[in-house]
Every structure is written in C-alpha cells, then in structure tokens.
C-alpha cells in the first residue's frame, strides 16, 4: 500500500529552491517528488528509487506558471492508488487564489492539465474520489475532502474556503424533495442536465416537488445554467428552511425567478418576470434569453449582501435582514409568513411548478 509522507521544511536537507518534499513509497521502489522555486515558476521533479536507495530516474514532470510557498501545493491520490492529482494554489490580487490541477496515472504521466479561476470544479476527475491527504494538521493549511459530488479545498492563508457543490450530471446524489413529500421520480437526469418532467407521475399525481440540497449554506456564490418551456414557470429558491413546520420551501426561502417571459401569465406582472427576486424586486435589466434557449443565473449573498445575475449582468442587487428587506417584505405577498427572508444559512432548491425545466452546471462556492 503506498504511503505518503510530507518533510518539513526546516529541514537541513532542503535546499534553498525546495518548497515541498512527498515520498510515496511502493513495493519494490518508493517515489521522491520534489516540488522546487525556480524564477516564477514551480517545477515537480520526480525521483524513483529501487528499495536498496539506488537512483533510478530524475526528471521534471510538470510545471506551474507561478511561484508560491510549499503550503500553496497539495498531493493526493484516488481510492484506486490509479491516479495522483497535484492541486497548486495561485494567489491573485483581490480575487480568490486560482486553482491549478494536473492528474497523473501511476506512472507520473499527465492525464490532464487544468486551470480554474473561480475556482468552480467541474470536470470529471473530481469523480476519481480521491481522499483527503496529508490529514489535516497545524503544518497543512490545505486540505481536500471528496465524497464524490462535493470537493473542499480550503486555503487558509486566506479568508477563501472553496465548498462547492458539484452537480455531477449523472446522480442525484446530494439532492432530496423538499420534506420528502414525493419520490422525486419526475426529477430526472438527462445528458447532464437535472430535468423536470411533469408527465412521469405515481398513483396518479406527479412525483415532483422542489428538489433541495442536502447541505445548507452561509455567504456562498451560486452559479447554474437554467432552460424552461414555452410558457413554463420554475424558480431557484435560497436560504430555505426545511421542517416540519414549513409546508414549502418558498415559506422561508426568497426565490430568483425561472420564466418564460414571452408565454407565461406571471410575466404581465412586475417582479415576477425571469431574473426578478419573485415578488420583491423587478430586474434593473432584462436580459433573459427566450424559452428553449439557455440562461446562466448565479446568486451571491454575502454577509446579507445579495446580488442577483442573469446572463453576465447584475440584475438585482439588495441588502438582507435590515429594515429596506423587512419593508419589502411587508409589501409583498409573503408578508404573512414570518419565516420568509429571516434564514441566513439554508438549503438551495429547485422549484417543481408543473412545467418542464432543464438546470445543469450546478456549482456553490463558499465565499
């Protein structure tokens, strides 16, 4: 089984140029890979070692456009012992540091290679479920953690902490109805996409409802693609509360608007056209794209902070909890629930409004 071990760097051993030091150590041979400052790049050399300490190889394998401290990087492997994924951290000015990743097969050759700004974690070696290595501890501000659909990469030389929910489009997995009302069957996946389809039903009636996280979320950039059908109405609810005591997610949960503005009868009304905080806020621009055609939304709260996106523009920008919101509140028509709008860590949902919707592209930062 192989083992990794991290040396410090206050060891003499270390020249100057060397940030980072992991032995992965096999059956009949052990692996040195050094990660060393060279100008402002970072370069990973590897060294193979047969089990008497004779060298085999020395090579350089891969290179990061940047040179940070040894902290910055992080090593891991996937549960098969198949693949190695060696994350680099790039600090950015005022902006979150940007993500480096290269995977390797077992013998150090480079799968893939890829960058990410955000960074929103999407492609398909997330799926490898590589597991949290070095283990956490005073010495390793960086950590990974992988279920499968989320991936926590948490620099804590920063005030950054990247959660992210992934959207695998392949499962549900991390996804329920909300308080279990139905099987969520009429909720399906579909070529990556999470799809409703109000036509697929049990004992009768659709087995739909709002499809909500799992997990709940704090000061978090959401960001997703949305289509819906001629005529069609749906919505992303956030900050829901989910009990038994709430019938439905829009009882807590302020929702952005999904619509088809050319079809549906909400959109003869202000505030409830697509991008509209629903009933609270109208868009300061409309920039929806027609029904069948694909809409990027994101949502951003941030310490009560909340902005609004709908296809690169920021359509609606507020402040929650202070006396504006409870005032919006009061003249909107969720003024008799209490709950509405209070809740500042909850779920994301998806709402069932007995059309078809397409979603695909679901990502959550934790800002």
């Not at 959660?163 to 909300?178: A, E, Q, R, S, V």
């Not at 809740?343 to 709402?351: C, T």
Request: charged share 20%.
């Amino acid at each position: 089984m192989k083992k990794f071990l991290t040396l410090s760097l206050l060891g003499a051993a270390l020249t100057a140029s060397t940030l980072k030091k992991y032995l992965l150590c096999g059956n009949h041979y052990f692996d040195e890979l050094i990660l060393q400052a060279n100008l402002q790049q970072t370069v990973a050399r590897l060294r193979r070692y047969r089990a008497d300490g004779e060298l085999l190889t020395d090579s350089v394998i891969a290179r990061f456009p940047f040179a940070e401290p040894g902290y910055s990087f992080l090593l891991t492997t996937s549960a098969d012992k198949t693949k190695n994924l060696l994350l680099g951290f790039e600090s950015v000015p005022s902006s979150a540091p940007k993500l480096h990743a290269i995977v390797f097969d077992e013998r150090w050759k480079i799968l893939s290679s890829l960058d990410f700004e955000y960074p929103f974690i999407t492609q398909p070696f997330i799926q490898d479920d590589f597991f949290c290595f070095p283990a956490a501890a005073s010495n390793v501000p960086v950590q990974l953690a992988n279920n499968g659909e989320w991936l926590m990469a948490s620099p804590s030389r920063t005030s950054n902490n990247f959660l992210l929910l992934h959207f695998d489009g392949k499962t549900k997995n991390g996804w329920h109805i909300y308080n279990n009302e139905t099987n969520g069957s009429a909720w399906t996946v579909v070529d990556g996409m999470l799809f409703f389809d109000p036509s697929i039903k049990v004992d009768g009636k659709t087995a739909g409802g709002d499809i909500v996280t799992d997990s709940s979320f704090e000061n978090y950039h959401l960001v997703l693609e949305w289509k819906i059908s001629q005529n069609g109405n749906s919505g992303m609810i956030f900050n829901i509360l989910e009990d038994a005591q709430h019938e439905h997610s829009y009882e807590t949960g302020p929702e952005m608007q999904v619509l088809d503005n050319s079809g549906h009868p909400d959109a003869k009304i202000i505030k409830h056209r697509a991008g509209d905080l629903y009933d609270l806020i109208t868009v300061s621009k409309e920039t929806v794209k027609p029904w069948g055609e694909w809409n990027k939304a994101e949502i951003k709260v941030y310490k009560g902070k909340l902005d609004l996106y709908l296809n690169g523009t920021n359509v609606v920008s507020t402040t929650m909890w202070d006396d504006n919101w409870k005032a919006l509140i009061a003249g909107s028509k969720f003024k008799t629930l209490p709950e509405f709008g209070t809740i500042k860590k909850g779920k994301f949902g998806l709402q069932d409004h007995g059309n078809q919707v397409w979603y695909r592209n679901i990502k959550i930062r934790k800002l």
